[in-house]
């Protein structure tokens, strides 16, 4: 019985978890609707942002959406589920995949009920808060997760295609296209680009918008990406990325909270772009100018996540489920660093406090505001490039990285100096 439970244990709780909140999933239907809808205007041939004013998706996301469109919406909602449920899991199961590739053994099985606690308990929020929108961001990180996973078996070039589905998906990953470059892996470029190329532009291929000057991807590229980065801010009609928002955790989302930039256009402009190229400069360095010369793509993952987060003009919350690789992987690290470990358990106890303790149903809803408002999810997804820092620029906190046993930390050394001097109390 304890074998099976500990074989099957985590799959039987996951299971009772996912049938018991489905309830609440199927309480807010406006993500998938809004989805479906992004899909029936390709079918009807209309242009997006008339047809579907709150579609801002990339067009290839409302082509894949298209299955979704002739259900009905309760099974809309339950196929939703299990694709979200899937690509969480695929999330940590891949993290892990990853990260385990920075170490010369493996982790044991007790090894990795460690890992998975901690980094569950690490990234939880950002899950159910997929869960509850019913956003699709656990979607693309899937794919961006299992593209590196393949980058790490030498399975460049499907590697590269998944990291541009992803791309075309979502936009963000884009950002690993040149990462791919520079680190030479041109195979994996060359996938990504005809991925995300042949994605980007199959809704123009299949469906022509009615009245329409250009087809929907260039319409997306104007009215949308372009318009975010002010290349034509006068394009759309719905900026939603502008002016305060409490739950835009972007570096612009942080800068707009302080700084108006309606009143002062100028200078908000400047220090959003300071900050971005602060971040681009800092999150380069750390890739190229290392003293690890071997692949790192774990760490080199989560830097590229964290960057994509914190650089996009729009971060919702669920949008940090892309924190599940980072978690993982410095958990996994943490937990075998033999020279810098209480580093990374400071750094991952102050994002913790940042991203989570501070922004919860526990600490009420006043609480929770005040740190939106404050950008502590932003700190929090910053501070987590401190520990990543000390990993590359200290190369024996790999080098010397030994399997964790709970019995040699210090806590258990402490509790077993108390027990062995604790008085006996027990009768005879």
């Given at each position: 019985m304890r074998r099976w439970f500990?074989?099957?244990?985590?799959?039987?709780?996951?299971?009772?978890?996912?049938v018991a909140y489905y309830r609440r999933f199927i309480s807010q239907d406006d993500g998938i609707i809004l989805y479906a809808q992004g899909a029936q205007c390709l079918l009807d041939n209309q242009i997006l942002p008339k047809c579907a004013l709150a579609f801002t998706y990339p067009p290839a996301f409302a082509f894949i959406m298209i299955p979704f469109a002739p259900l009905p919406l309760w099974l809309r909602l339950l196929l939703w589920y299990v694709v979200t449920i899937i690509?969480?899991?695929?999330?940590y199961k891949f993290s892990a995949q990853i990260a385990a590739k920075l170490f010369a053994?493996?982790?044991s099985a007790k090894e990795m009920v460690w890992v998975r606690v901690i980094s569950i308990a690490l990234s939880v929020k950002f899950v159910l808060a997929v869960m509850e929108n019913e956003a699709y961001d656990a979607l693309p990180v899937l794919f961006i997760v299992l593209g590196l996973a393949l980058l790490t078996k030498g399975r460049d070039t499907f590697g590269g295609a998944s990291l541009g589905?992803?791309?075309?998906?979502?936009?963000?990953?884009?950002?690993?296209?040149?990462?791919l470059l520079v680190k030479k892996r041109f195979g994996a470029a060359a996938g990504f680009l005809i991925v995300l190329v042949?994605?980007?532009y199959a809704p123009d291929l299949l469906f022509t918008p009615a009245g329409a000057v250009e087809g929907y991807f260039h319409t997306w590229l104007r009215q949308v990406a372009g318009a975010s980065f002010s290349i034509d801010p006068g394009a759309t009609t719905f900026a939603f990325w502008t002016g305060p928002n409490a739950l835009n955790h972007s570096l612009r989302g942080a800068v707009s909270l302080q700084l108006d930039e309606i009143a002062h256009p100028i200078l908000h402009k400047s220090v959003v772009y300071g900050l971005d190229l602060a971040l681009i400069a800092f999150s380069a360095a750390l890739i190229i100018f290392r003293k690890q010369q071997r692949d790192l793509i774990a760490i080199d993952g989560s830097i590229l996540l964290i960057a994509a987060l914190l650089?996009?003009?729009?971060?919702?919350r669920s949008h940090y489920v892309a924190l599940v690789l980072p978690y993982v992987t410095l958990t996994m690290v943490v937990l075998r660093d033999q020279v810098r470990q209480r580093a990374g358990v400071a750094v991952l106890a102050i994002s913790f406090f940042f991203l989570t303790m501070t922004s919860n149903d526990v600490v009420g809803k006043t609480v929770s505001d005040w740190a939106y408002f404050h950008s502590f999810l932003v700190i929090g997804a910053l501070t987590l490039m401190i520990y990543i820092a000390i990993i590359i620029w200290q190369p024996a906190v790999l080098g010397t990285a030994k399997p964790f046993d709970w019995r040699t930390t210090q806590l258990?050394?402490?509790?077993?100096?108390?027990?062995?001097?604790?008085p006996n109390k027990g009768g005879a």
């Open positions: 500990e074989r099957y244990g985590w799959w039987l709780g996951l299971i009772l978890f996912f690509a969480i899991l695929g999330i053994s493996s982790f589905f992803a791309a075309a998906i979502k936009a963000t990953p884009l950002i690993f296209l040149p990462y042949a994605m980007s650089l996009s003009p729009m971060t919702s258990a050394k402490r509790l077993g100096k108390l027990s062995v001097g604790a």
